[in-house]
């Protein structure tokens, strides 16, 4: 097991590579290295043209790991992601044809999952299994997937036609959601002078510090008042338990409690980044917005007055811990 100060000294330094080639994402890039140190999903929500795929690319490149596309479409089916069982014929004898297993793109250690909502929902929930178990069931039979596996999905929150939503068991199993901006001016200006074409970062010599660093992350410690506090947040979360008005005015449902081990992983991983050997509550309020937006069902009140998730959610974390 990567001990602290060299899982901490990596994922700075990956950080810092991952700034060089895309620009004006710095939190965005924080936190997506968060998801690999933890060794868990994430989703991507943003524009066309945020680099939301060549941030990906590039992560999985600086980490020495081959990676699959998968163009999320209507048609899309079970069986173009998982594989399936397909007949193999000889060349030299015709009549002879055997069944065999074809592995669909899904057993790769990078999944980027391109505008996963265009998908229907049967095709979306193939998915599921995968990202929890890191394993798929095909005709009757378990097949392990790669070590690592993650699956960083992309979605686009402008177009609604064509787009389906995806199920609340789907969107639990990422530990993120990162909602990508776009870039300041002074980054716009340095996208603007990019060639059309450039090199993806290479391997990383760290790379294995990264894909090994889960059980250093577990170990950052958290205070019995903070690790009350983290279960504090997600119960007010919840509108028919919650203290807190602003739950019970803008939220039909709440978080569960594999949001409150999400949180606290994700806490204990940004700290871990920072350089900090226990959790704050600036860690707490930093990644709540991230564990939860995709986690709290928003009700018809919060879209009238047009109440972010975010805006939501650091009230609740502002007034549960204060």
Same mark, same amino acid.
């Not at 998915?127 to 997937?145: F, H, K, P, T």
């Not at 806490?267 to 940004?270: F, G, L, N």
């Given at each position: 097991m990567p001990?602290?100060?060299?899982?901490s000294h990596a994922s700075q330094k990956l950080v810092e590579l991952l700034n060089n080639k895309v620009f004006g994402?710095?939190?965005? @890039?924080?936190h997506i290295v968060v998801a690999v140190i933890c060794n868990e999903h994430a989703l991507l929500t943003g524009a066309p043209g945020?680099?939301?795929?060549?941030?990906?690319?590039?992560?999985? +490149?600086?980490? *020495?790991?081959? !990676?699959?596309? @998968?163009?999320?479409?209507?048609?899309l089916t079970?069986?173009?992601?998982?594989?399936?069982?397909? @007949?193999?014929?000889?060349?030299?004898d015709p009549n002879f044809k055997k069944i065999v297993f074809t592995p669909g793109p899904i057993f790769s250690p990078f999944i980027i999952a391109d505008e996963i909502n265009r998908a +229907?929902?049967?095709?979306?929930?193939? /998915? /599921?299994?995968?990202?929890?178990?890191?394993?798929?069931? @095909? *005709?009757?039979?378990?097949?392990?997937?790669?070590?690592?596996? !993650?699956?960083?999905?992309?979605?686009n929150p402008i177009e609604n036609e064509g787009t389906f939503p995806l199920?609340?068991?789907?969107?639990d199993r990422f530990l993120l959601n990162l909602e990508i901006p776009y870039p300041d001016f002074e980054s716009e200006v340095k996208i603007a002078s990019l060639p059309k074409k450039m090199e993806d970062l290479s391997m990383v010599?760290?790379?294995?510090?990264? /894909?090994?660093?889960?059980?250093?992350?577990?170990n950052i410690s958290i205070s019995k008042e903070l690790l009350n506090g983290v279960v504090r947040i997600i119960r007010n979360t919840r509108p028919q338990e919650s203290k807190l008005n602003v739950a019970k005015e803008y939220l039909d449902f709440g978080a569960s409690p594999r949001a409150t081990q999400a949180l606290l992983i994700a806490?204990?991983?940004?700290a871990l980044l920072r350089g900090k050997t226990e959790v704050q509550f600036e860690h707490i309020a930093e990644m709540a917005p991230a564990v939860l937006r995709h986690r709290c069902i928003m009700n018809f009140r919060s879209h009238t007055e047009k109440r972010s998730s975010s805006n939501i959610i650091n009230q609740i974390v502002q007034e549960t811990i204060l």
């Open positions: 001990d602290f100060q060299e899982t994402q710095s939190e965005i @890039i924080e945020v680099a939301k795929t060549t941030l990906v690319r590039n992560l999985a +490149s600086a980490l *020495g790991n081959k !990676y699959k596309r @998968i163009q999320f479409t209507p048609d079970p069986f173009d992601i998982l594989g399936g069982d397909t @007949i193999q014929f000889d060349e030299k +229907s929902p049967r095709t979306q929930s193939a /998915l /599921l299994e995968a990202m929890q178990e890191r394993q798929v069931s @095909i *005709g009757g039979i378990s097949r392990a997937l790669p070590s690592p596996f !993650y699956v960083f999905a992309t979605q199920p609340e068991a789907q969107l010599p760290f790379a294995n510090t990264l /894909l090994n660093s889960r059980e250093t992350v577990e806490s204990k991983a940004i």
